[in-house]
């Protein structure tokens, strides 16, 4: 599995119980490439009896795991993150070409998991409870103690999305881990290539049988099945909000953790560094094509610096690197993952033309590369004002000021991140306060780094808080114990 693999098809199967299983059915899933339609490997399309001796394990290796110290279990996510950085070549070259990233993000995203996991195993070593007095509350003496400590969930299941198959698929594992859960992952078929090499990552770094387990299968197959499957304590999901709104409807008392879809704006107000607002606006919208959660996916100007913005964001758009990652290291521009997703960038391109949007820059398409794309004076009756593309077309609408930008922000169904840019810091606090979503960033590019600053989505773009110290917070549960002391006088 660790073989030179450039070139040479893949075929991997998955961990269950500490065995690389082929699913009974002979059924595999083929992994296309969207750079150029090669075959690049296969996985095994999992039956649902598979499916439950997958849980079963995992339910049966939490009775141990639970109870290794947290440094032992520590000790594991350290070794996991030396051998990943150590694979870092074999990997970016998997990740290139199953999901079109280039070079430069595929190890950075590689790299920057490998910090992810070292720094979630420091912080586990200062996981604690505390002891709470009863007399505090009103009525009670001092006879009764309560030992508060943090017991994890159980089973856990980790759902991951295409886009950052490692990065977002190692966020969800070592947290649950290193607190005690064990994992069931089932990443994204399209990814499912890094995944399971994530996986065989982990193995090789002593993770014990059935702590951590995987599962293919296409999610519209085995989604349901496995989502209310019995074994299910938790699910950690990253994806779009349509799934993710799915999995809530037919779950039940089980709670969740949901990274969705965005439609974050950048508000550019009239005392706004304008050369540094271009810079981000324009990385943060087109970097991996616009397929980041993440990405700018609105410019919200006032009128009055409008056009000298524009123009200045139109330059930079021009000079985009476009074209094929296994040829260009840091290219900007890749193929999207699949036709259907640039079929959708299209239709949105389409409708804003029609509608009269100023299209300034691309609106072209060959197979899945839609050329970067900017449109201004979109206005809100065009699906490109609410709608994520995810892909590189970037609207810029006009507002005459910083409370009808805020208005227009707020109106999106989403709420994941905005940016807002301004050299006042009493305007940017009160852009701040109003714009409702997880995170608000002033002067920068909305994005999701340092990974343990808390990173959320409020409205249809998430459950829960994710972020190293949140995530264990959010994988494990208080469990108190009170001692009732005996007055014997
Ligand atoms: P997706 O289509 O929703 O898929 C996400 C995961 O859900 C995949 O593993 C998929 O498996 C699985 N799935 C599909 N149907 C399912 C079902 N019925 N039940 C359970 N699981 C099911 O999303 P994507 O296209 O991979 O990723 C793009 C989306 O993710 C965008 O909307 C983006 O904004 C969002 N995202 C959000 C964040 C964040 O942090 N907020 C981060 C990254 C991405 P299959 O691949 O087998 O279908
Ligand atoms: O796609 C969602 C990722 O979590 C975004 O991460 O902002 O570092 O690109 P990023």
């Known amino acids: 599995m660790f073989s030179n693999i450039k070139d040479q098809e893949l075929i991997f199967r998955n961990l269950i119980n500490g065995n690389w299983t082929n699913s009974k059915s002979g059924n595999f899933i083929e992994i296309y490439s969207p750079i150029d339609n090669r075959l690049v490997g296969k996985v095994p399309a999992m039956t649902t009896e598979e499916v439950d001796y997958t849980f079963e394990s995992a339910r049966k290796a939490q009775e141990e795991w639970k109870n290794t110290p947290i440094n032992k279990r520590a000790e594991v996510l350290y070794k996991a993150a030396d051998i990943l950085e150590d694979k870092v070549e074999d990997l970016t070259n998997i990740m290139m070409l199953e999901i079109g990233k280039d070079k430069k993000s595929c190890e950075s995203e590689i790299l920057r998991t490998a910090d992810f996991i070292r720094f979630t195993a420091d912080a586990s070593k200062s996981l604690s409870g505390e002891s709470i007095p009863g007399d505090s509350f009103p009525g009670f003496k001092r006879n009764k103690i309560s030992v508060v400590t943090r017991e994890p969930l159980g089973v856990v299941l980790a759902i991951s999305p295409f886009n950052y198959p490692i990065n977002l698929a190692a966020s969800k594992i070592a947290p649950a881990i290193v607190a005690g859960n064990t994992v069931v992952l089932k990443p994204a078929t399209q990814g499912s290539l890094c995944g399971l090499y994530l996986a065989k990552v982990f193995e090789e770094a002593g993770v014990p049988a059935g702590v951590l387990n995987t599962v293919t299968g296409k999610g519209s197959e085995i989604g349901d099945y496995i989502v209310t499957h019995r074994d299910v304590d938790f699910i950690n999901f990253t994806g779009s909000t349509e799934i993710g709104t799915r999995i809530s409807k037919i779950t039940s008392m089980v709670p969740l953790l949901m990274e969705l879809g965005g439609k974050d704006a950048a508000i550019?107000?009239?005392?706004?560094?304008?050369?540094?607002?271009?810079?981000?606006?324009?990385?943060?919208?087109?970097?991996?094509?616009?397929?980041?959660?993440?990405?700018?996916?609105?410019?919200?100007?006032?009128?009055?610096?409008?056009?000298?913005?524009?123009?200045?964001?139109?330059?930079?758009?021009?000079?985009?690197?476009?074209?094929?990652?296994?040829?260009?290291?840091?290219?900007?521009?890749?193929?999207?993952?699949?036709?259907k997703a640039a079929d959708f960038v299209v239709e949105l391109i389409e409708e804003a033309k029609e509608k009269g949007a100023k299209l300034l820059v691309g609106g072209n398409r060959e197979g899945n590369l839609v050329y970067p794309t900017l449109f201004d004076y979109v206005t809100t009756d065009m699906r490109l004002a609410w709608e994520e593309p995810f892909g590189p077309v970037l609207p810029i609408i006009r507002v005459k000021d910083k409370d009808e930008a805020i208005a227009i922000a707020n109106e999106s169904k989403y709420g994941l991140q905005s940016a807002v840019f301004t050299e006042n810091i009493n305007e940017a606090f009160y852009v701040a306060d109003r714009l409702e979503v997880g995170t608000v960033q002033v002067n920068n590019k909305t994005e999701r780094g340092p990974d343990h600053f808390p990173f959320l989505g409020v409205k249809a773009s998430g459950i829960g808080t994710q972020g190293i110290k949140y995530s264990i917070e959010a994988m494990t549960r208080p469990k108190a114990t009170i001692i009732n002391l005996i007055d014997r006088k």
């Open 268 to 339: 550019v107000l009239e005392d706004a560094d304008l050369d540094l607002t271009a810079s981000n606006i324009v990385s943060g919208a087109y970097s991996y094509s616009g397929q980041r959660c993440t990405a700018v996916k609105r410019v919200l100007v006032v009128d009055k610096v409008a056009d000298a913005l524009v123009e200045k964001i139109k330059e930079k758009v021009e000079k985009l690197s476009i074209g094929n990652p296994l040829e260009i290291d840091d290219v900007n521009i890749v193929p999207l993952i699949n036709s």
